[in-house]
């Protein structure tokens, strides 16, 4: 499961983070080298463990709409049954989409351009914006020398 995998990752990052908090409380640094590589290790730590947090409240609301969509069909076997088997349409519940860039060459998904909870609506708007992400400059296709027939959009009902 790719939350436990986050909260995995997470926990390991406060660790650290915990551990450098402790050092620099301390003060016992070997030279100013060290304590400033200590004080930066920190500084790029702290953003990674509140993107993983974001990204982990993320799944947990994505998963608990499911559940209790399912549990809104009145009995929870035949609910997750008919997920499985038929997907999200026979859940009463609206359609969200994830839109996402593909590599053709690949199949990779290009990083930084995944959308959860997208609406009908904002498919086409959402797929442009994308789209010229990946190919403004400094975007994935400037640097990797690409078209904008080397990418595909993907887009996935959940």
């Not at 996402?100 to 609506?121: A, C, K, P």
Request: charged letters at 20%.
């Amino acid at each position: 499961m790719i939350t436990t995998d986050l909260r995995e990752q997470l926990d390991t990052i406060t660790r650290e983070i915990n551990a450098l908090t402790g050092r620099i409380e301390i003060g016992n640094f070997y030279s100013p080298e060290d304590q400033h590589n200590t004080w930066s290790r920190l500084d790029n730590l702290r953003p990674r463990a509140q993107h993983l947090a974001d990204q982990i409240a993320a799944e947990n609301q994505e998963t608990q709409r499911l559940a209790d969509a399912i549990s809104a069909t009145g009995d929870l076997r035949l609910g997750f049954i008919g997920y499985v088997i038929f997907g999200p349409v026979v859940l009463p519940v609206p359609m969200l989409y994830r839109v996402q860039v593909i590599e053709r060459r690949g199949g990779w998904v290009v990083s930084g351009t995944v959308r959860r909870g997208v609406t009908v609506e904002q498919i086409t708007a959402t797929q442009r914006e994308l789209l010229t992400g990946v190919m403004a400059y400094g975007g994935h296709a400037s640097v990797w020398g690409r078209t904008i027939r080397d990418y595909r959009i993907q887009v996935i009902a959940y």
